[in-house]
């Protein structure tokens, strides 16, 4: 309890202690909770998942909940976190979830605030994400606020306000999300991603990771309940590719298949008035099948179905061994999806790349950025996979 302390510091640091930030959710996410607002760069539902019926509560009998979650291109949002968040909304007018996604910033609040059963608010600022392992494992820091002192209500009535606020702006990488549908929409675009795919980047990261020693642990002090399809819990993670300081070995495989197609401005983000986020894998005066990338270049993958604006698709996490221009070679799990309904209209592909963490770096490329530079994939007989973009028209621009 705060009330002999309006303003409050603490943090995980002492290995014996029991405080945590879950401990704070757990008391005052509670029975006869009025508002309840949050802001978080990082986010998985399995950190609210049993606050679900409280929540589902409120926002049915017209109580606020509103969340602002990012998506940054490092750790996107998963799809199925968004809906979930929409089941427990389920479209009351006071409940609002915006999501932001940022082409050259990381979204990285982490700021929750409560009015309680009495009417009394209280608040959490600090370095915790809305992530299992963020309340419950990590070494986090905070302050603890709660109203009946002049100075915090000020900043209580001011975190309101400021988490308020994005329900209404319409800038561009604001979404507000209101329907399965707007979710759709941002999973198209690589905005959001579905939960194989977080999984798959986790493994490539952690694959790519040099391996270490002398490194201790962390007990947990807190635990949510698990969904009975999670085995395990997954825990934070900010930074999900290489960083450019790694450089990745080439893949020194014989090229048995090769792409190219000079990129327009849609393919690298640069159309503003269509930020697609993905690469469209066309004929490109190459081919005639446009199954071609399904059947042959991307056979030997794992693909998954999926649903993309109600048309039945295909999704496949593939790790590809990226390079741009002055820029070094990293290893980045891109998703490449088969969507037959594509072709139909103004539609003259099937197949496309979702550039997921490179979408904000190539928008933010300076002037037209990589627009009319040519992208060219490669198929090693290793079954490693390269995307290069390059200023050059490669010599040979299909092999197969």
Same mark, same amino acid.
């Given at each position: ?75 996107? #949002? ?16 006071? $409940?609002?979830? +915006? ?21 009394? +608010? ?38 309101? $306000? ?19 549908? /707007? ?55 900010? +930074? #999900? ?36 986020? #993905? ?11 446009? /199954? ?19 048309? $039945? ?37 099937? +197949? ?49």
């Amino acid at each position: 309890m705060l009330s002999n302390n309006m303003i409050r510091y603490r943090d995980t640091g002492a290995p014996d202690g029991e405080v945590c930030p879950g401990k704070w959710f757990d008391e005052n996410i509670v029975d006869g909770t009025q508002a309840f607002r949050a802001q978080f760069g990082f986010f998985r539902f399995g950190a609210i998942r049993k606050y679900g019926d409280v929540l589902r509560g409120m926002a049915s009998s017209g109580k606020i909940v509103n969340l602002v979650l990012g998506s940054n291109s490092s750790d996107p #949002l998963t799809n199925q976190d968004v809906r979930e968040i929409l089941k427990l909304l389920a479209g009351s007018p006071k $409940a609002h979830l +915006t999501v932001v996604a940022l082409s050259n910033a990381i979204f990285h609040p982490k700021v929750a605030h409560v009015t309680r059963p009495d009417g009394t +608010t209280r608040a959490i600022v600090g370095s915790a994400n809305m992530t299992e392992q963020a309340l419950g494992i990590h070494v986090e820091a905070w302050v603890e606020l709660e109203s009946g002192l002049a100075a915090s209500d000020q900043a209580l009535g001011d975190i309101a $306000a400021a988490i308020d606020r994005w329900q209404t702006v319409t800038d561009e990488g604001v979404y507000q999300i209101r329907t399965e549908a /707007d979710a759709e929409g941002l999973l198209t675009r690589g905005i959001l991603i579905d939960a194989a795919g977080r999984r798959a980047r986790r493994a490539a990261s952690a694959a790519a990771a040099s391996p270490s020693s002398g490194r201790g642990g962390r007990r947990a002090r807190w635990r949510p309940p698990l969904a009975p399809e999670e085995p395990s819990l997954e825990g934070e993670a900010e +930074t #999900l590719v290489v960083p450019e300081t790694a450089e990745v070995a080439i893949p020194v495989g014989r090229i048995v298949l090769r792409w190219s197609k000079k990129l327009s401005k849609s393919d690298v983000n640069k159309n503003a008035q269509n930020i697609r986020n #993905l690469m469209s894998l066309t004929k490109a005066g190459l081919i005639n099948d446009l /199954d071609f990338y399904r059947n042959a270049f991307f056979s030997g993958v794992a693909w998954r179905s999926a649903t993309i604006s109600g048309h $039945a698709s295909e999704i496949a996490d593939v790790q590809f061994n990226v390079k741009l221009p002055g820029k070094k070679t990293r290893q980045m799990v891109l998703q490449v999806v088969h969507a037959p309904h594509r072709e139909s209209g103004q539609h003259n592909y099937r +197949t496309s790349i979702r550039w997921g963490p490179l979408g904000g770096e190539l928008r933010k490329a300076r002037g037209t950025g990589y627009t009319g530079f040519w992208a060219v994939i490669e198929k090693h007989d290793t079954r490693e996979y390269t995307l290069t973009i390059t200023a050059d028209e490669p010599s040979r621009r299909f092999i197969g």
